[in-house]
């Protein structure tokens, strides 16, 4: 167990809590792309019953038909990806926590759009997101649903 | 004609330039911004730059005692630009939020040494400890360079 304290850059929004596991990610999609301006997002997953937000709460925008974006409206520092619905789990923004160095890398994830040249490691885990089950159900599910 | 807009697309740019080079920095207020684990930063010219809707701005002091303007989507959050009340003939793009992100070379690391342990640079990419003493003349020799 972690204890985690974070925020966005201006300050509004914080949370505190905990985390199960120091296991971060990079995801190199598109959209984590876009969300943080660079070429991947690091995410570490946290229980949402573990985390306590504070100040200003955060903004969720519907990033997919199954999912939101957390971030700090008055500043844009993005926050989290949740899942609406099958999951009791978060992703924290590795970056938005006060202390990053308490979590490490441990795989890299969207490894279909990885820009090279940036993060120099061929040694851990890479999944692309068609091969992630939880992703891929959800989107089955809304080609089925159309 | 490079592209690019935030993760909801009401907000849209254009960037008349052959190209762009890009850096990363790894300070701290850069990874809380991006959520990252270092962001991404693109020098454009302020009028080589056209934009199309709705941003916020939030803006903070820097340790030189100018003052950076940091634009983003007021709808989704994403950051597009920062702009430093020192050099505002520039701004800085947040280039994940091209549209074809798959050219985006590494050419230089700023503030590695608030860099996250697990993130490994390739040791072919110039690299500074902390940033170069001029930041704004360093960005315009940057971008000039071949």
Known sequence: ?146 | MIEGGCQCGAVRYRVSAADLKVYACHCRECQRQSGSAFALSAPVRSADFALTGDVGVWSRGTASGARTACSFCAACGTRIHHQSSAAPEWLTLKPGTLDDTSGLFARAHIWTAHRQPWVILDPAVEAFETQPADLPAWRRRFVEAG
Not at chain 1, 30 to 46: D, F, P, S, W, Y
Not at chain 1, 90 to 118: K, Q
């Open chain 1, 1 to 146: 167990m972690i204890e985690i304290e974070g925020g966005c850059q201006c300050g509004a929004v914080r949370y505190a809590g905990t985390l199960d596991t120091d296991e971060a990610y990079f995801c190199h999609c598109r959209m984590c792309q876009r969300a943080t301006g660079g070429v991947a997002a690091a995410l570490v997953n946290a229980r949402r019953d573990a985390v306590t937000w504070s100040g200003r709460p955060r903004d969720l925008y519907r990033s997919s038909p199954f999912a939101h974006r957390g971030h700090c409206a008055l500043c844009g520092t993005p926050l989290t990806f949740e899942y609406d619905a099958g999951s009791d789990m978060l992703d924290l923004t590795v970056g938005s926590l006060d202390e990053p160095g308490l979590v490490r890398l441990a795989s890299h994830f969207g490894v279909e759009s990885w820009v090279p040249g940036w993060i120099h490691d061929d040694t851990l885990p890479h999944l692309r997101t068609d091969e992630h089950p939880p992703l891929v159900e959800r989107w089955a599910a809304v080609h089925k649903a159309e």
